[in-house]
């Protein structure tokens, strides 16, 4: 195949830029059902927010979701409308000859987003961020239809795999595995490997903390930040504590001062286990004793795990010939999983990385 030739263009040449209107909110849509899909910032069951009796717009187009998971192109064919959370793009006369799905892959806003968590990108913003889309030519120096939808059955082609491998990847991270020990192993009630296993309190909430606030952080039943910090701390030094709402069973060691609401237990050790060996043998335990929801890859899940439930569960624990805890065994197992955990989180961030590059267009 020769050289590719393209024509560089501003985005506000070939579009124009909007956004849907506010009035279609949920009431609007239980008032007004019909078959025609509304558009919004919802990202799942293919972007539909509700269907309604009306339509604003019909054709093929390009919106983005101007919050939530915002700033990613989504290809519209057909009769709908949007939200005042959806943007926009209409093509302007004298452009037929583009087609919208390779330009869906030409286009990214998400290196616009304002905020974290809940993101923005704002029609503003993408009116003036001065981005340009390549066309390719034909030999006339006409718009080359033909190679655009090969160049987008490409992209598309790239993505599918790339969806494939991110939820492999998913998985990995979820992979148990075994180590054979080669040592005593004994199965003891998860209640009698520590001195105390103690339910947070339940008056620390949002309210508590913004009322009482500090410098030492509150866990909960999410594992990746704290519900809030305080002026006080329940426990200081290195504690394995298990969620047991939300995606529960999953343990997490704090090493710090610290205190946790009822979402959460925290596990007093003795002198003879080792917490982090603890983690590895028992978190799979625990997380297939749960209770409710269990989300894909973790996403969307809402489970439980009593307290109870935790005590009596079966550990494996090295032990010596009179059945003490072998604290160096432990250790030593500890340290295998510790190397495994680490090769999975690398090969982890290596495919992230993977996806994460941006595909030179037109190549």
Known sequence: MSEIKYAT???IDIFTIGRGLPKYTKAYA???????????????DDGVF?????????GEFLTWSTDGYAGVPAYRKGKFSCTDHCGILILKQGFDNIYLPYVRYQIDFRKLRLGYGNQRVKVNQVKNSNMYVKIPLDDEGDFDMQMQKELAEKYEMVEEQKAIIKQKAEKLK???????????IKYVPFEQIFLSIERGKSKYTKSYC????????????DNDKPLGYMNSYDY???FLTISINGIAGKITIFSEKFSANADRVVCIPREEVD???VRHVAEPILRNSIKGRKGDLGKNEFSKLTPNMIKKSLIPIPVLEDETFDLEAQKQLALKYQQIEDIKRNLYEKVKNLL????IRGE
């Open 9 to 11: 263009i501003p985005l």
């Open 30 to 44: 239980d008032k007004h059902k019909g078959k025609y899909p509304v558009y919004s910032s919802k990202t799942d």
């Open 50 to 58: 509700a269907t309604i009796d009306t339509f604003d717009y019909d």
């Open 174 to 184: 979820d992979i148990v595995v075994r180590i054979e020990k080669n040592c005593n």
């Open 210 to 221: 913004n009322n009482n606030s500090g410098g030492y952080p509150v866990y909960s039943a």
């Open 236 to 238: 200081d030094g290195d």
């Open 275 to 277: 917490i982090t060996y």
């Open 356 to 359: 994460d590059v941006v595909m």
